[in-house]
């Protein structure tokens, strides 16, 4: 089992930045890949970016390229999602995620995920 707590949502104004959190503690080793999705009011959970635990490697959707950064620190266990010039639309609950070996990077689908936190808000007024 692994275990995923987010931290670091909050209130910031558009244009403004925000840094979330997402410790992994447990079985670790077996993560092969981790995402943050997001979810807004009366809206499908989407997903938002996603990283190779091993290598780094990153893919996001098209909505943050260019704004949002997702990282590892491998020796924390932290995954982060750096979110830069941010907009009224990316307002919503932030949860991170974790895969196991046996499903498909980029992990686009929710349903290649195994492990889920409880979800961080983030609010971003205009």
Partial sequence: QVQLVESGGGLVQA????????????????VYFMGWFRQAPGKEREFVASII????NTYYTESVKGRFTISRDNAKGTMYLQMNSL??????NYYCAAADYKKT??????YEY??????TQVTVSS
């Fill in 15 to 30: 244009g403004g930045s925000l840094r979330l959190s997402c410790a992994a503690n447990g079985r670790t080793s077996s």
């Fill in 53 to 56: 635990w091993s290598v780094s």
């Fill in 87 to 92: 907009k009224p639309d990316d307002t919503a």
């Fill in 105 to 110: 990077w980029p992990g686009r689908s929710e």
């Fill in 114 to 119: 195994d492990y889920w936190g409880q979800g």
